[in-house]
């Protein structure tokens, strides 16, 4: 599980689904679905019901589609179900830990399921609960583990095998704001530093935003979107700043700071390329005695761009 600095290369396609449709009885859960999977992380995203959890369990082998072809990694699921699971982790997200073992048992117990030989699966779990951050609580019974280390433990036997793409499902589930940051810091790691690929579903837009690279957006079965996230918010690095009182004195104390602002009524428009940027607003808006009432990305931000898919 060695480092990289660098963004690493990911194979292309990760997952390539060509009009996929699972049925359960009468309820249609995916309809013909068409996506590509190939940056280093993947957000997927939709409401209840839209078909998130029935993709996963496709791509894990656990389902097949009635019709369609569903690939990962070029080899089409099914065919060699057992195999591919070997190059896929999968973190869920409902709470189903064993609580009277030990999560060095545990990881363990699962990295020789995955068919790593005793000795290896021991090394293995050392290092993934080192990399999450358990090294210190590995001999500790599950069930006297907070709700963030239980995500943790989580994580750990997801990547204990070192796969080549993880599935995660809601893994900030139950996190409070510091265990939350934590998490998607780790998330974030797997595909920058680890190589490895990246499927996580989120009800949490900006859990999203903080860690994947693209985003998949799904309603009623099928793809609403699917495209990088850089080009589906396209704010760029302008700000939009809306002023209640005296614009007029509000434009003079910025252009006396060397801030050039395009102005439409009382919304300023600026590009942000440095902190000394939000420092000259604050002070602008200080000196002309006048309030903000908005302070945000201008153009289409990634949470207008998803609204407007699943609508």
Do not use: W
Not at 23 to 51: C, E, H, I, K
Not at 106 to 116: E, F, I, K, T
């Amino acid at each position: 599980m060695a480092g990289r600095d660098t963004l690493p290369a990911v194979s292309s396609p990760v997952i390539a689904a060509t009009g996929v449709s699972v049925r359960f009885g009468s309820v249609q859960a995916l309809d013909g679905v068409d996506v590509t999977v190939d940056a280093p992380a993947t957000g997927l995203l939709g409401a209840n019901g839209a078909g998130k959890s029935t993709l996963m369990k496709a791509v894990l082998g656990l389902l097949r589609p009635q019709s369609g072809t569903l690939r990962v990694f070029g080899e089409e699921v099914g065919t060699g179900a057992h195999e591919l699971r070997r190059r896929i982790g999968y973190m869920p997200e409902h709470e189903c830990l064993p609580l009277e073992m030990a999560g060095s048992d545990l990881v363990v117990h699962l990295a020789q399921l995955r068919g790593l030989p005793r000795r290896v699966a021991i090394r293995r779990a050392s290092e993934a609960l080192f990399v999450v951050g358990l090294e210190e609580e590995r001999s500790r019974l599950i069930g006297t583990y907070s709700t963030g280390m239980r995500q943790r433990a989580k994580l750990a036997q997801a990547i204990v095998h070192s796969p080549e793409l993880v599935i995660l499902d809601e893994p900030t589930n139950g996190l409070d704001p510091a265990g939350r940051a934590e998490m998607l810091e780790l998330v974030r790691r797997l595909s920058r530093e680890l190589g490895i690929a990246v499927l996580m579903s989120s009800h949490v837009l900006d859990d999203i935003q903080r860690t994947c690279d693209a985003v998949v957006v799904l309603r009623e079965g099928r793809v609403a979107a699917s495209e990088r996230i850089a080009r589906l918010a396209d704010g760029g690095d302008a700000m939009e700043v809306r002023i209640v009182g005296d614009a007029d004195a509000f434009a003079a104390a910025l252009a006396t700071r060397g801030h050039a602002a395009t102005r439409d009524g009382d919304a300023f428009t600026l590009h942000v390329d440095a902190d000394t940027v939000l420092d000259g607003i604050r002070d602008a808006a200080a000196e002309a005695g006048a309030g903000i009432s908005r302070l945000g990305a201008a153009g289409r931000t990634l949470e207008d761009a998803v609204i407007e898919a699943m609508e």
